[in-house]
């Protein structure tokens, strides 16, 4: 792993200032009111958050995987709602550098940079998640050349508040192998509005953690798009909506990991902060052996998933193939994050029990990176797969 760069060092000094400042100390409020942190996100776009990897042609800072994990970790860390926020619009807006049209990255990338137009991606429906390949979502095409999309989504972070969503449909229910079917949408919507000429946001889902960024379905009913909204055009992204979303999951993957790194970083902290101001039995809690441990095997973990994540997006960066390596990043540092918020939370006693402790968020929000694209459980599927692949007899 390479060292990080200066350019790299000061980004993440001003994240790391800025989550310090104006995350964490406002976190508790939003997360207690599960309520959008609006001016957290007002002062994001003055940094230029939502463009860090969009390419200065297009009003980004056209900055690397790696770099941008080492922001989402400063932001994690802080609060994973805000890298919530971030995340589904990074995937977007890769989705369109990768496969979108000439037009398409000039309409929407440079509103994209500026924070001023947010993206969501929307794959997951009620009855499947894991199994991408059994949504149900339509988009038949009319005699006219436009589609209509009929279905329902779930899970969508950010579905209300943002103004573009990706969304995997089926254009050829009867297609085999079922993937060539699949087809990604770029749609339109007003952000904040319930309804949209055939598009409803239900009210968001309520949720054991991970408040304030809003997760909602998406209803279907007769929503048109033109042709050209089909990511990548219809000549040449017809079909190809699977492998468009399962290469962009691929970077979400590493950007889950760094949002377990940041999670845990944080309960490590909390850790020894509390760890040695606490005493039992006439000493800190910190010199006693069995919490020092602890707070070691945290600080190993914490570490482990920082160097495997910070891999996974150099090899990236560097062109070369990291589909196992962005695997086992993200089941890694996901688990991680949930251990070392566990032991932090032991370390708490009663306290950590208590909503006037930080880690009592976190006990909440650090279950879902276990979930979000991609399962332990899927993600143990694929880096098999993978090493059978690269390992064939
Ligand atoms: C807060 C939140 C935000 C989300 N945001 C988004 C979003 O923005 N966009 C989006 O598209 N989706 C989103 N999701 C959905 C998420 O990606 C899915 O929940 C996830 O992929 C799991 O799918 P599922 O919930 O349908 O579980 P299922 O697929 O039904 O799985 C249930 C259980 O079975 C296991 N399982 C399934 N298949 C196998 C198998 N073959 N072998 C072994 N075990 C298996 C799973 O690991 C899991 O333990 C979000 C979810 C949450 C909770």
């Given at each position: 792993m390479a060292v990080a760069t200066d350019e790299q060092k000061a980004i993440c000094e001003m994240v790391r200032q800025f989550a310090d400042e104006q995350i964490i100390p406002s976190a508790e409020h939003y997360d207690h009111e599960d309520s959008f942190p609006e001016p957290i996100v007002e002062q994001m776009k003055e940094l230029g958050l939502f463009g860090v990897t969009i390419p200065e042609e297009y009003?980004?800072?056209?900055?690397d995987l790696t770099t941008y994990a080492m922001i989402v970790e400063e932001l994690s860390r802080g609060w994973i709602s805000i890298s919530g926020i971030v995340n589904t619009h990074f995937i977007g807006s890769y989705l369109l550098m990768k496969f979108g049209t000439e037009e398409q990255k000039d309409h929407y990338l440079p509103k994209m940079a500026s924070g001023q137009l947010r993206a969501a991606f929307s794959l997951s429906e009620p009855e499947c998640g894991s199994d991408v390949?059994?949504?149900?979502t339509t988009a038949r095409r009319l005699d006219d050349g436009d589609y209509e999309i009929n279905g329902q989504k779930m899970w969508v972070t950010n579905g209300l508040l943002s103004g573009v969503v990706f969304v995997l449909t089926k254009t050829d229910p009867s297609a085999d192998p079922k993937y060539k079917g699949m087809t990604c949408f770029i749609c339109d919507k007003e952000p904040g509005?319930?309804?949209?000429d055939g598009l409803t946001v239900p009210p968001k889902i309520k949720k054991l953690?991970?408040?304030?960024v809003e997760s909602t379905e998406l209803v279907f009913d007769g929503y048109r798009r033109p042709a050209e909204s089909i990511l990548g055009g219809e000549q040449h992204g017809l079909g190809q909506g699977f492998v468009q979303m399962m290469d962009a999951l691929e970077v979400g993957r590493v950007n889950v990991a760094a949002r377990g790194v940041g999670i845990a970083q944080r309960a490590l902290e909390l850790a020894l902060k509390y760890s040695q101001e606490r005493k039992a039995f006439g000493k800190q809690i910190a010199q006693h052996q069995a919490i020092q441990f602890k707070l070691a095997d945290m600080a190993t973990q914490v570490d482990a998933a920082r160097l495997m994540t910070l891999r996974a997006a150099e090899l990236k960066d560097a062109g070369e193939r990291s589909d196992l390596e962005a695997g086992m990043a993200k089941l890694f540092a996901s688990e991680a994050g949930r251990f070392c918020v566990e032991e932090s939370f032991r370390i708490h006693g009663g306290y950590g029990y208590s909503k006037e402790y930080e880690i009592e968020r976190l006990y909440r929000d650090a279950p879902l990176l276990l979930i979000g694209e991609g399962t332990s459980e899927i993600q143990r599927m694929v880096i098999g797969r993978k090493l059978l692949q690269r390992h064939k007899l």
């Open positions: 009003g980004g800072m056209g900055l390949q059994a949504i149900k509005a319930a309804e949209n953690g991970y408040k304030g």
